[in-house]
């Protein structure tokens, strides 16, 4: 299993957010670059970039995304507000992964071209959802549409990555949702990463557990309830 530390960029600093609201931020570090140089020295399988002010369209973190690119050998996977065909390019030129969330449910036929230019193996499908409706836009918008039938359409589409995140878990630290992972993870040909709620080391092992391909680390490793050592020997 994958182990993904994740470094959430707003107005150029380190921070998490509370079920994804950026009115409940905490800032946990001021050098992103600092930040990732070090989760790669700790050992981490990829970085996990976000761009929250992208993602919100308040901004970018663009400048700071490719410095930390450049700093790393690491694969790092980008995610925020990748929602445009020159959008998602530009970042491939940089990127090994590009997380797609909005985009890949609300045009279709930009996504398969994507696939076909990009490949599988280099766009990872985001589907946040809360209590299995999947949401878009920041987590602000609900699409109406279900967790498992959603996954099954992209595997049929050739996509076998994606990020599985409970907006009601995100930041909170109050454990994952294993009822919505295990249904993932059963899926043939689907590589789940789970994100959100992890607080130690039995959550990872819980989620190591459902056969999941990777596991996001991110408040509990800021707040030193776990380290990326500590779960690489599982």
């Known amino acids: 299993m994958k182990i993904i530390p994740a470094i959430d960029l707003m107005d ?8 994804g609201d950026p009115d409940q931020k905490t800032v946990y570090g001021e050098n992103p670059v600092e930040t990732a140089i070090n989760f790669e020295s700790a050992g981490a399988d990829i970085l996990h970039l976000v761009d929250l002010d992208a993602t919100l ?11 930390i690119l ?9 995610a925020g507000g990748l929602r445009s065909r020159s959008s998602v390019l530009k970042a491939a030129g940089l990127a090994q992964r590009l997380v797609l969330g909005t985009l890949a449910f ?22 946040d959802h809360r209590d299995g409706n999947i949401m878009i836009h920041g987590w602000q918008k609900d699409t109406g549409i279900q967790l ?20 009601s ?7 994952p949702d294993l009822g919505f992972l295990q249904q993932a993870c059963a899926l043939q040909g689907a590589n789940i990463i789970a994100s959100g709620g992890i607080s130690g080391i039995a959550d990872v092992i819980s989620v190591k557990e459902q056969d999941a391909f990777g596991v996001i680390l991110g408040r509990a490793l ?9 779960a690489k020997k599982l």
């Open 12 to 19: 150029g600093k380190v921070v998490r957010l509370y079920q």
């Open 57 to 67: 369209g308040r901004g970018s973190n663009h400048d700071i995304i490719e410095k």
């Open 70 to 78: 450049g700093s790393v050998s690491v694969p790092v996977q980008v």
């Open 106 to 127: 609300e045009d279709k036929s930009l996504l398969k071209s994507l696939l076909s230019e990009l490949g599988p193996d280099r766009i990872v499908i985001s589907v």
């Open 148 to 167: 498992v039938p959603a996954i099954v359409e992209f595997l049929n589409m050739g996509f076998t990555e994606f990020l599985l995140t409970n907006i």
């Open 169 to 175: 878990r995100d930041g909170t630290m109050e454990g």
């Open 222 to 230: 800021y707040e030193k309830k776990i380290s990326i050592e500590e």
